[in-house]
């Protein structure tokens, strides 16, 4: 899937210039080839991995080495999740959160759609990661580590601020994360779409998938004086 910032820049619209498409580089983006963190999760944070087709729910008063799951099981207090218990609408995790990546079914089952407000992945499989979009919510920090041997990007990090005009607190905030960057072949980079409304997301993104939380709302129609007014929207893309 290609994404032209022309062609979202020169996107029709016969809304008030408030709610035109508006290419805005709002995503503060820094990145580094700097020896790998030395752990994960933050203290008191949540962190998740796969253990065979269940889930691993952590939670750690001390920091753990990235993907070192026997460290993880003996100094945090861990539960099995059963994959099947999985919710189908993603997480909602305000605060910080670590995954630990290494089955794909705990991206696109566990994360997509999830609301999560800083983020931590780190990749922990074998084999390289193919391209393809996450869809999150709410996303204000990411940081990725790659333990992939000889990523020239290991740990790269985003934080995504809004313009003055638009409040994050009241706006649909979606993020499509490319996955490939756990490999730490590239480096990060990012920008941020201001509009148009949340719900006509998919009228002019129709190549994108649009959050489950959209998908199960009713269409509005913009021209209805009876209609709720349109929720503003902040669309990411890191890749």
């Known amino acids: 899937m290609e994404m032209s910032p022309n062609a979202v820049s020169s996107a029709p619209s016969s809304r008030s210039p408030r709610l035109l498409f508006l290419f805005l580089t709002l995503a503060a983006v ?8 030395h752990s994960s999760p933050p203290v008191n944070a949540t962190l998740l991995f796969a253990a065979g087709s269940n889930l691993r729910n952590c939670s750690c008063s001390e920091a753990v080495r990235d993907c070192d799951e026997v460290l993880a099981n003996s100094r945090c207090r861990c539960h099995t999740v059963l994959r099947s218990s999985l919710p189908p609408a993603g997480l909602r ?8 990546v290494k089955e794909l079914w705990v991206l696109e089952e566990l994360l997509n759609g999830s609301a999560v407000g800083h983020l931590r992945l780190s990749f922990c499989g074998v084999r390289p990661v193919d ?4 869809v999150l919510l709410d ?11 000889g990523a020239p990007y290991p740990d790269q990090e985003v934080t995504v601020s809004s313009p003055v005009s638009l409040d994050l607190s ?13 490999n730490g072949l590239s480096a990060l980079k990012a920008y941020s779409v201001a509009g148009p409304p949340a719900a006509t997301l998919s009228q ?10 959209l998908l199960t709302s009713d269409p509005v129609d913009p021209g209805d004086p009876a209609a709720e007014p349109l929720q503003d929207l902040l669309v990411t893309f890191v890749y």
């Open 139 to 149: 996303l204000r920090t990411l940081r990725i580590h790659s333990a992939a041997a």
């Open 170 to 182: 009241s706006s649909l905030h979606v993020t499509y994360l490319d996955v490939a960057l756990l």
């Open 204 to 213: 002019h993104f129709p190549h994108l998938a649009p959050p489950p939380s």
């Open 30 to 37: 820094t990145t580094s080839s700097a020896p790998a963190y």
């Open 131 to 134: 391209g393809r979009y996450l």
């Open 93 to 100: 995790q305000p605060g910080a959160l670590s995954v630990w």
